[in-house]
Every structure is written in C-alpha cells, then in structure tokens.
C-alpha cells in the first residue's frame, strides 16, 4: 500500500535558524496538508495545497512557515527563524481528488520530530 | 471554525469489553467525519470514516454512528483486544474555498487502555 513518507525522522536545530521539513506524498493525490502535534496535544492544521497553491491556512501559518512543490513529488515546509515553541511533531497528509460531493481519505506520513533548541 | 470536542480523555475497558469514544462537533456544514488510531510516536492511522449522508457505518469490530441534528458522532470498537490500546482521534472536516479541499478538525483524543 503507498504511504507519505516523511524526512527527516526527527530534526534539532538551534533557535532562530531556519528548518525545511519534506514529503513526499502519495503519488496519486492532488491535495496536500501539514498539520502540527505538540507533544500531548491534539493535530492542528496548519495549510493545505491544491494546485501549486495555498487553499487554506491556519492562524498558526504565519509569515515564519511557507510551503513549496518544488518538483513533480516532493512538498516542503520551511519554517523560517525557528522559536522554541515551534517544537513538535509535523505530519504530512495527503488526499485524492475528491471532487465536488465526496470527501477523500487524508493519509498521514509518520512525522518529523522538531525539536529547537 | 470549526470546534469538535472529544470524550473522554482516557477509557480503560476489560478485554473482550466494548469501548465508546464520543466527539461533538459546532459546524453544521461540516460533511466528513474520520477517526484516527495514533500508537504512541506513529502516524494518525485512519480506522474508519462517515460522511453525512449515512448514519451508520461499520468495519468488523469498529463502527461509527453520525447525529447530524444533534451534531455529534461516536466511535464503538466491540470485542476489544490489547492491540486496540492507542490514543483514538476524531475529526471533521471543515470545506475550505476550493472545493474538494478540507482541512481536517480533530478532536482532543481519547486514551484507550485494554485491560488483558
């Protein structure tokens, strides 16, 4: 079965430098979401990706996050001057077509572990 | 937004029991709803889903009921085994601009714990 896959596994970096997340999503789907877990925490939803554009973000997807596509497979998060509670797990999703009535499975990467130090 | 409230925050159940998690969600646009089994340090891993249009739906020993007037949908995992200890998320979906595009809104988890 095709799954997201995510790297890295897990990333330390030093606060205020700047960390680029990647995935690979499925390779069918055509929609792409990051979400946000803070260790204990509930997923948060940060942007979703349809189109090579943002469809929607979150009030957590300031101007520190942006996204890129920057080939047929890959998708990227790169968060700019890291601050400490930006430590979390960051999951990438991804989802079919789901045209206009249906809804569409979203499928989740195992996750990278930021943590800043 | 969107708000989905989940309960309760942890469940112990004797194995071979039956577990029930409960979610409430605020909008009554929102069309999809999917449940998720996250085991500790892995992926959210999606169990099973219910979309509006239906009140029922079931998998072998999961099976998800939807309320749309009360505005709230259950899980139930019948026969439980240690396998089914996790922590169990709801979500519902939330239609953005572009159609075809939600973003998921989870609910705050459920710790399941499977007494053998």
């Known amino acids: 079965e095709p799954e997201v896959t995510q790297t890295p596994s897990h990333q330390v970096t030093q606060m205020g430098q700047e960390v680029i997340l990647r995935c690979v999503p499925i390779s069918n789907h055509l929609y792409f979401y990051w979400y946000r877990q803070i260790l204990g925490q509930k997923v948060e939803f940060l942007v979703s990706?349809?189109?090579?554009?943002?469809?929607?973000k979150s009030e957590i997807f300031d101007d520190q996050f942006s996204v890129e596509r920057p080939d047929g497979s890959n998708f990227t998060l790169k968060i700019r001057s890291t601050k400490l509670e930006d430590s979390a797990m960051y999951f990438c999703?991804?989802?079919?077509?789901?045209?206009?009535?249906?809804?569409?499975?979203?499928?989740f990467g195992d996750g990278t572990r930021l943590s800043i130090l | 937004g969107e708000n989905v409230e989940q309960h309760p925050s942890t469940l112990s159940v004797q194995e071979g029991d039956s577990a029930v998690i409960k979610c409430t969600y605020s909008?009554?646009?929102?069309?999809?709803f999917p449940w998720y089994k996250q085991e500790l340090g892995k992926r959210p891993q999606l169990i099973i889903d219910i979309r509006s249009n239906v009140g029922e739906k079931k998998d072998q020993r999961i099976a998800v009921t939807l309320n749309k007037t009360a505005k709230h949908f259950s899980l139930h995992i019948t026969e439980t085994q240690p396998e089914d200890s996790a922590v169990y998320f709801c979500?519902?979906?939330?239609?953005?601009?572009?159609?075809?595009?939600?973003?998921?809104?989870f609910g705050t988890g459920t710790r399941l714990t499977i007494i053998p």
């Open positions: 979500a519902a979906s939330f239609r953005s601009r572009n159609f075809g595009n939600e973003k998921l809104t």
């Open positions: 990706f349809y189109n090579n554009e943002i469809s929607e």
């Open positions: 999703a991804s989802s079919r077509d789901s045209g206009f009535y249906s809804n569409q499975p979203q499928h």
């Open positions: 909008d009554s646009a929102s069309n999809y």
